[in-house]
């Protein structure tokens, strides 16, 4: 996507930078932005957020000597050490699927709003299986695991569809097979989607971003910021 940015303004590549952390929440991730433009004082021009799935969550406590902890929880973490998996346990019985998502969309509803004082654009899509629909019926409320489907009016237009190729195929003849822009097909981790995946995804978003109405907006700003010419005191 940086690529495609950077041919739309002529250049090789345009600035960019990476706070993403392993393993972290939407909660998490919310909260990592935040503190990057308040506190690190970055302002970016543009957020773009590759997100995690829905059910992970951030949870703050303090342990028994008064000092204040946090756990990132998911679904699925099988190697925990013993204070770890009471706290997996206790949040996996306290919180409903249902709780999580509300939770994740509340933080989404918040880093708009925040972002919108800031006059920063703000874009996210999810690497994980599902594709949120544009609507959701007082029926299909009540039913927790149907919750992933849904995607707040007010996110709408923030939010990138699109689906990942889970492909977890480690062979590397037949990737070349399929002539596919890389040759391997999952991550060096043999656990996520590897770098085909990231590339078609990376397209798509692309495609809805520059659809998107604050796109030339951001272009010419980004001219404007390569050549010389933009005013830094915003």
């Known amino acids: 996507m940086n690529k495609k940015i950077a041919q739309n303004v002529g250049v090789k590549s345009i600035p960019f930078t990476s706070v993403g952390l392993s393993g972290r929440s939407i909660d998490s991730i919310t909260r990592l932005v935040y503190v990057t433009i308040e506190s690190v004082g970055f302002h970016p021009h543009m957020v773009c957020l590759l997100l995690p799935p829905v059910l992970r969550q951030e949870i703050f406590f303090v342990d028994n000597k008064k000092h204040p902890r946090w756990f990132n929880y998911r679904p699925y973490k099988p190697n925990l050490d013993p204070l770890e998996r009471i706290l997996h346990d206790s949040a996996t019985n306290l919180l409903s699927q249902r709780q999580r998502y509300i939770e994740a969309f509340r933080s989404l509803l918040l880093l708009k709003y925040y972002l919108e004082t800031k006059n920063i654009p703000f874009y ?102 390569l050549s010389g010419n933009y005013d830094h005191d915003r």
Not at 181 to 198: E, L
Request: aromatic share 16%; with cysteine.
């Open 124 to 225: 996210f899509g999810f690497w994980d299986t599902f594709e949120f629909k544009d609507e959701i019926t007082d029926i299909q409320i009540d039913n927790e695991y149907v919750m992933n489907e849904y995607c707040p009016h007010s996110l709408q237009s923030n939010y990138i569809k699109g689906t990942f190729d889970k492909t977890r195929d480690p062979h590397v003849l037949k990737a070349k097979a399929a002539n596919q822009p890389f040759p391997q097909t999952i991550a060096r981790d043999f656990m996520h989607c590897g770098p085909n995946a990231h590339h078609d995804y990376a397209n798509v978003f692309y495609d809805q971003l520059k659809a998107s109405a604050n796109y030339h907006t951001f272009i010419s700003t980004l001219s404007k910021l």
